[in-house]
């Protein structure tokens, strides 16, 4: 006679699965970039700076555990998250790691908070800001992860060319910098670079992928 099958058990184990797939700092970084669109497995391979054999084997450990799936266009493969709740996933597992571990909290308040000291500016108060016309919404990601999707009226000036176009930006408005989410450096950095040249410039709290989970409108090129 076969055992019974323990349901609750069953559940605990198949939610184990993601939970070993989360185990690794690449395939989180992962999830950070197709949070922002989709990307073929050399893009991703590029960005991450792993061989294209490594970041497949990752990317198969994701989409076995339901986290992203892939479609086939051409000759390649590309990814894209699963759906909002993996961006929700992300999201709690930063909060509780900076809840619980010592070493996470040290390193935010080391590397984020010892950059910008300053209240970050929450979504929706950036959308009413950027609809009056008070703000320029900066974003610092790269042009393909623009065109994927940013928020409306968004100027686009990637990190490292940032110094070069500063004279874009309008200079009697404040400049509102966000890029791809709460551990992403490049917002900072360019918050850092345009003080240091004399304007007014914040962050948005989070980035693009928190920004469409609260259903805030966003564009796309």
């Not at 605990?12 to 939970?19: C, D, K, Q, V």
């Not at 571990?101 to 000291?117: P, Q, S």
Request: aromatic share 6%; net charge positive.
């Amino acid at each position: 006679m076969s055992n019974p099958v323990n349901p609750k058990r069953a559940v605990f184990e198949n939610l184990a699965r993601i939970g070993a797939a989360l185990s690794s700092a690449v395939r989180l970084e992962l999830l950070e970039l197709l949070a922002q669109g989709e990307r073929s497995v050399e893009e991703l391979a590029r960005l991450t700076g792993a061989t294209v054999a490594n970041t497949s084997q990752h990317l198969q450990k994701l989409k076995a555990a339901g986290l992203i799936a892939g479609r086939k266009e051409a000759q390649f493969v590309r990814y894209r998250l699963a759906g909002d709740e993996v961006v929700r996933l992300f999201d709690a597992l930063g909060a509780t790691g900076q809840a619980y571990l010592a070493d996470v909290d040290r390193i935010v308040r080391l590397y984020f908070a010892a950059k910008d000291e300053m209240e970050p500016v929450p979504a929706a108060d950036l959308l009413e800001r950027a609809r009056r016309g008070l703000v320029t919404v900066l974003d610092v990601r790269p042009p393909e992860e623009f065109a994927a999707g940013h928020l409306p009226g968004a100027i686009n000036i990637p990190i490292h060319e940032l110094q070069k176009r500063l004279a874009e930006l309008p200079k009697r408005k404040e400049v509102v910098a966000y890029c791809r989410g709460p551990y992403c450096l490049m917002s900072y950095d360019a918050v850092q670079l345009l003080r240091g040249k004399g304007l007014k410039a914040r962050r948005l709290q989070d980035g693009l992928p928190e920004w469409r989970l609260a259903g805030l409108p966003t564009a796309q090129d």
